[in-house]
C-alpha cells in the first residue's frame, strides 16, 4: 500500500486508518470487515470502527447482508467532493478572514542588522504591484539597484530619493542635498521605504556606535507618514530644481536661512 497516497488522503481529512481502510476497499470490494483488516493491516477491531466512521462520511456504503459487506465511493466522486467542499470553504475564508485582520491592530515589528534589514527590504521591493516610495544613500544603492529596476519594468510606480549624489541607471533619483553632514550628525545612513501603501519601513542601515536597527509595519497610519514624508521630500526637491535662483535669494545656499529659522542651533550640528 503507497504510503503517498496514504499521506494525500491524510493532507485532505482521512486520519491513517481510514486511508488504509479506504484503499483497501478499492483494491478488493465488496468486502467484508475481516477481509478489509486483512487487506488493509488495520487491526479488526479498528477495521470495523473506521467502516462506520467513513459510511458516516459518505466514502463507503453498507451492503446488507450476513455479514455485512462494504463498497468504496467512486475515487473521482469523492474527489469531486471534496473538491467542491473544500473551494466553497476558501471562498467564503476569502471574504471572511480579511474582515477580522482589518480589525487588528498591526504591531510594529523591530529589525536588527544591516542583512535582516536589506533582505526584508527587498523582499518588499520584490513583492511590490502598485508603487514603492524609497530615501537611501548612494553606498547601499547597488544592493537595491536590480530590484527597483524589475519593479519598474513590471509596472511599478518607483519614486527615489538618493543622498551623496546618488544615480541609478534606468531610474530617475530625486538628489537630496547635505547628505553628508546629515550621515556625520546621524552617526550613520538611513532608509525609508513605502510598499503598495501597505507596509512601511525605516531605520538606519550603517552605524558606528550601534548596529543598525529598524522598524516595520503595516499599520496604516504609520505607513501612510512614512510615505508622506518621503513625498514631501521629493515635493521639496523638484521645487528646488526648477526655483533654483529665487530660492537661493530668499533663503541662501541649500535654503540655510530657512533651516536655521525651523532648527535653531540644530543646523551646527549638521555643519551649517
Not at 34 to 63: C, F, H, M, W
Given at each position: 500500500?503507497?504510503?503517498?497516497?496514504?499521506?494525500?488522503?491524510?493532507?485532505?481529512?482521512?486520519?491513517?486508518?481510514?486511508?488504509?481502510v479506504?484503499?483497501?476497499?478499492?483494491?478488493?470490494?465488496?468486502?467484508?470487515?475481516?477481509?478489509?483488516?486483512?487487506?488493509?493491516?488495520?487491526?479488526?477491531?479498528?477495521?470495523?470502527?473506521?467502516?462506520?466512521?467513513?459510511?458516516?462520511?459518505?466514502?463507503?456504503?453498507?451492503?446488507?447482508?450476513?455479514?455485512?459487506?462494504?463498497?468504496p465511493?467512486?475515487?473521482?466522486?469523492?474527489?469531486?467532493?471534496?473538491?467542491?467542499?473544500?473551494?466553497?470553504?476558501?471562498?467564503?475564508?476569502?471574504?471572511?478572514?480579511?474582515?477580522?485582520?482589518?480589525?487588528?491592530?498591526e504591531?510594529?515589528?523591530?529589525?536588527?542588522?544591516?542583512?535582516?534589514?536589506?533582505?526584508?527590504?527587498?523582499?518588499?521591493?520584490?513583492?511590490?504591484?502598485?508603487?514603492?516610495?524609497?530615501?537611501?544613500?548612494?553606498?547601499?544603492?547597488?544592493?537595491?539597484?536590480?530590484?527597483l529596476?524589475?519593479?519598474?519594468?513590471?509596472?511599478?510606480?518607483?519614486?527615489?530619493?538618493?543622498?551623496?549624489?546618488?544615480?541609478?541607471?534606468?531610474?530617475?533619483?530625486?538628489?537630496?542635498?547635505?547628505?553628508?553632514?546629515?550621515?556625520?550628525?546621524l552617526?550613520g545612513?538611513?532608509?525609508?521605504?513605502?510598499?503598495?501603501?501597505?507596509?512601511?519601513?525605516?531605520?538606519?542601515?550603517?552605524?558606528?556606535?550601534?548596529?543598525?536597527?529598524?522598524?516595520?509595519?503595516?499599520?496604516?497610519?504609520?505607513?501612510?507618514?512614512?510615505?508622506?514624508?518621503?513625498?514631501?521630500?521629493?515635493?521639496l526637491?523638484?521645487?528646488?530644481?526648477?526655483?533654483?535662483?529665487?530660492?537661493?535669494?530668499?533663503?541662501?545656499?541649500?535654503?540655510?536661512?530657512?533651516r536655521?529659522?525651523?532648527?535653531?542651533?540644530?543646523?551646527?550640528?549638521?555643519?551649517?
Amino acid at each position: 500500500m503507497s504510503d503517498s497516497l496514504i499521506d494525500k488522503l491524510k493532507e485532505l481529512g482521512f486520519n491513517t486508518y481510514e486511508a488504509k481502510v479506504y484503499l483497501a476497499l478499492l483494491k478488493q470490494h465488496p468486502a467484508t470487515g475481516y477481509e478489509v483488516s486483512k487487506e488493509s493491516g488495520v487491526p479488526q477491531a479498528r477495521a470495523y470502527d473506521t467502516l462506520k466512521a467513513l459510511e458516516s462520511a459518505n466514502a463507503v456504503v453498507a451492503i446488507g447482508g450476513k455479514p455485512v459487506t462494504y463498497m468504496p465511493i467512486r475515487p473521482e466522486e469523492l474527489l469531486d467532493r471534496w473538491e467542491k467542499s473544500f473551494q466553497g470553504s476558501i471562498d467564503y475564508l476569502r471574504q471572511a478572514l480579511p474582515s477580522i485582520a482589518e480589525e487588528t491592530v498591526e504591531p510594529v515589528i523591530n529589525m536588527r542588522g544591516q542583512e535582516s534589514i536589506f533582505k526584508y527590504a527587498l523582499d518588499m521591493i520584490n513583492s511590490a504591484k502598485r508603487s514603492i516610495f524609497m530615501e537611501f544613500w548612494k553606498d547601499d544603492a547597488a544592493v537595491l539597484h536590480a530590484a527597483l529596476l524589475a519593479a519598474k519594468d513590471r509596472g511599478v510606480d518607483v519614486r527615489l530619493v538618493g543622498y551623496d549624489y546618488c544615480e541609478l541607471e534606468g531610474l530617475e533619483v530625486y538628489q537630496h542635498g547635505l547628505a553628508c553632514s546629515i550621515e556625520q550628525s546621524l552617526g550613520g545612513r538611513w532608509m525609508i521605504l513605502s510598499v503598495d501603501d501597505k507596509e512601511g519601513l525605516v531605520g538606519t542601515v550603517s552605524q558606528a556606535d550601534r548596529p543598525p536597527q529598524a522598524v516595520v509595519t503595516r499599520n496604516p497610519g504609520i505607513v501612510l507618514v512614512i510615505k508622506e514624508l518621503i513625498v514631501h521630500d521629493i515635493f521639496l526637491l523638484d521645487i528646488e530644481s526648477n526655483l533654483q535662483p529665487e530660492l537661493e535669494r530668499l533663503y541662501g545656499k541649500d535654503m540655510l536661512r530657512l533651516r536655521r529659522k525651523i532648527l535653531g542651533n540644530v543646523t551646527a550640528a549638521l555643519g551649517v
